[in-house]
C-alpha cells in the first residue's frame, strides 16, 4: 500500500443535528474528515461555528476525535448552524436546514489559501454554498488548489439549497461526481439530458465534463463507479442499519482514500461501500474506531486501475 499520509480537506457546513431525543454535531465535512482520519489521512476541516454555546460545544465535541479543526471559523455575528432531523421508520433521514447560519459565511482567508495549495484531495457539496459568500469562498478555494490535487463534488441536494448554476459550476471544477440516484435524476432534470438509465446518465456526465469518475450510490443496493477505463458496480452489503446519517460522507472519505492510493475501481467500490455501511450500522455519524474494520477497509491490496 502507498504508505504517504495525505492532506484532505472536507470544506462546507459545520453544524448540530437535532434529533427528537439527542443532538448529534455533524454536516459532511466534520463526517468526512473524521473517517479520513480513521482511514489514516490528515482530515482537516475547513468551516465556520458561531461564536456561541453551540459553538462552544462543538469545539469540544470535536476535540476528542482527533480531527484537524485549526481552519475552523468562529463567526462573530452569526449562531453556529442546526438541522432538525426526522428519521422515518427504516432509518432514512430527512432535514429541516436553518437559514442563515456561521457556515453560510465561510471567508476567503490567507489561512485558507494555504490550505489550499497543501491539499492533496478536498471534497465539498452543493449545500454548503446556498449562500453567495460561501459559495464564492468554495470556488476560491478550489481556484487555489494544484492542478493534482483531487476534487470530489459530493451533490448533497438538500430541500431547495441549490442551483442549475451552481451545480454545473461545481460539476466542471471537479475531477470526481459523487451523488445517489434521487440526485443523479435530479442532474439529469436540470440539465435537460436524454439519459434513461443510471449508465447512461453516468456516461453523459463523464463524457461532458472533464471527470475522471462518477459514483451513484444507490444506498442498500451498492455504488455503480464509472471512469474513462471502465465500470465497477457493487451489489451492496447487508448491514443492520441504525441510521443512515453519516454513511455517505463514510463512503466518500474510504473512495478518497484508495483513490489517491491507485486502487483499482473495483477495490476502491469494496472499500466504500464497507466503509459507509459500517457507519449506518451504528448510530451517528462518528462512532467510535472499530480496527477490524478500519483494517479491512485500508488493507484491501490495490490494483492498477
Known amino acids: 500500500m502507498d504508505s504517504k499520509k495525505y492532506t484532505i480537506v472536507g470544506i462546507g457546513e459545520l453544524l448540530w443535528d437535532l434529533f427528537p431525543d439527542k443532538k448529534q454535531l455533524g454536516g459532511a465535512p466534520a463526517n468526512f474528515s473524521y ?21 462552544d460545544e462543538a469545539r469540544k465535541t470535536l476535540a476528542p476525535l482527533q480531527v484537524d479543526t485549526s481552519h475552523v471559523q468562529t463567526d462573530p455575528v452569526h449562531p453556529t448552524g442546526t438541522v432538525v432531523v426526522h428519521l422515518a ?46 459559495h464564492e469562498t468554495v470556488r476560491t478555494f478550489l481556484r487555489w488548489t494544484e492542478p493534482t ?22 460539476i466542471r471544477s471537479a475531477n470526481i461526481v459523487k451523488c445517489n440516484e434521487e440526485e443523479l435524476s435530479t442532474l439529469v432534470r436540470l440539465f435537460g439530458s436524454s439519459a434513461k438509465t443510471i449508465d447512461q446518465a453516468a456516461h453523459a456526465f463523464l463524457g461532458a465534463y472533464d471527470l475522471e469518475l462518477v459514483c451513484v450510490t444507490r444506498g442498500e443496493r451498492g455504488s455503480n463507479l464509472y471512469s ?45 461501500n464497507q466503509m459507509g455501511g459500517w457507519v449506518a450500522s451504528q448510530p451517528g455519524a ?20
Open 35 to 55: 473517517v479520513t482520519h480513521l482511514l489514516g489521512d490528515t482530515g482537516i476541516i475547513a468551516s465556520r461555528l458561531g461564536a456561541d454555546l453551540l459553538g
Open 89 to 134: 421508520a427504516d432509518g432514512q433521514p430527512s432535514y429541516e436546514i436553518i437559514e442563515p447560519v456561521a457556515w453560510d459565511f465561510l471567508e476567503w482567508t490567507p489561512q485558507w489559501q494555504a490550505l489550499a495549495r497543501h491539499a492533496d484531495a478536498v471534497c465539498f457539496g452543493s449545500l454548503s454554498q446556498r449562500s453567495r459568500v460561501s
Open 149 to 170: 490535487a483531487l476534487r470530489v463534488f459530493d451533490v448533497t441536494l438538500r430541500q431547495n439549497f441549490y442551483s442549475r448554476m451552481v451545480l454545473e459550476e461545481s
Open 228 to 272: 474513462r477505463r471502465g465500470t465497477d458496480k457493487h451489489p451492496g452489503l447487508s448491514v443492520k442499519v441504525a441510521d443512515t446519517v453519516g454513511a455517505g460522507d463514510a463512503f466518500a472519505a474510504a473512495l478518497v482514500h484508495h483513490y489517491l492510493r491507485g486502487s483499482s475501481l473495483k477495490t476502491i467500490n469494496e472499500a466504500a
Open 286 to 305: 462518528t462512532p467510535p474506531a472499530d480496527e477490524e474494520i478500519l483494517e479491512r477497509v485500508r488493507g484491501t491490496a490495490p490494483q492498477t486501475q
